[in-house]
């Protein structure tokens, strides 16, 4: 329950997206999947036992590098000074919210 609770709040502040429960539950096991492939089960251990969908800076990072792995063709969330890659990512991650039907906030 806690992973669903930590993908909306998380979902709201950072990508500016409301997930209904179903939509946040399916998230929840795409990112724990990707977490857990990764080694970072600490964080799937985080997220789990948050009870207010707010987690410490490196497991919120962790979680935030999985929802651009997830939604675009990105390795990582790029730096607010990498132009490069800044509006491809951007672009991406648009596309795939509107893709997966999620609500703007």
């Known amino acids: 329950m806690s992973g669903k609770i930590t993908m909306q709040a998380l979902a709201l502040r950072q990508l500016s997206v409301i997930l209904d429960d179903e939509q946040a539950l399916s998230l929840w096991e795409e990112?724990?999947?990707?977490?857990?492939?990764?080694?970072?089960?600490?964080?799937?251990?985080?997220?789990?036992?948050?009870?207010?969908?707010?987690?410490?800076?490196?497991?919120?990072?962790?979680?935030?590098?999985?929802?651009?792995?997830?939604?675009?063709?990105h390795e990582d969330w790029p730096c607010n000074g990498d132009r490069k890659s800044h509006g491809d990512f951007v672009n991406q991650l648009v596309a795939t919210l509107k893709e997966r039907g999620y609500t703007p906030a």
């Open 31 to 73: 990112v724990k999947t990707e977490l857990i492939q990764r080694d970072m089960a600490n964080t799937v251990k985080e997220v789990e036992g948050s009870t207010t969908g707010n987690l410490d800076t490196y497991p919120r990072n962790d979680v935030l590098l999985v929802f651009a792995v997830i939604m675009t063709d």
